[in-house]
């Protein structure tokens, strides 16, 4: 198959709907297995904190089930953790960056050049190769 087709089934599959169910499973529960391995809690304790059963909790994690947003709030708290959604544009590559109370979010970004970013308090604006520029809210 050469490249050029190639790319034009990549984004086929992107521009249906099911694909991106299905990332957005994979992500959440990519993101519940390290929050469960950050606090040391095992699937069979995440299902009894739910009242749930350890087979259901195993079909979640292989990305089974159909979760709601109710019962993906119940697995992140019960993990010790909690939910965010975020809608952007769909030509927007996004990415988080996680603050807590050990460190702040100008600790975080002290590494970057200042060039590659500008940070007014309340918005971060990363400039993107090409020049292009994003903004987003962020906690300062």
């Not at 050029?4 to 993101?31: I, N, P």
Request: hydrophobic letters at 35%; glycine letters at 8%.
């Amino acid at each position: 198959m050469s490249l050029s087709k190639l790319r034009d089934l990549k984004a086929k599959v992107k521009s249906r709907d099911g694909f991106w169910v299905e990332k957005l499973k994979l992500d959440f529960t990519k993101a519940l297995s390290a929050q469960l391995k950050r606090k040391n809690i095992k699937k069979g304790e995440l299902a009894r904190k739910l009242d749930l059963s350890a087979p259901y909790i195993t079909k979640v994690m292989r990305g089974e089930e159909n979760l709601t947003i109710e019962s993906m709030v119940k697995l992140a708290r019960a993990a010790g953790g909690s939910l965010h959604l975020h809608i952007s544009d769909e030509n927007s590559d996004v990415s988080w960056i996680e603050c807590n109370a050990s460190n702040s979010f100008r600790e975080l970004i002290s590494g970057f050049n200042e060039d590659e970013y500008r940070f007014d308090g309340d918005h971060l604006s990363v400039l993107r190769s090409g020049g292009n520029r994003e903004r987003g809210d962020v906690a300062a």
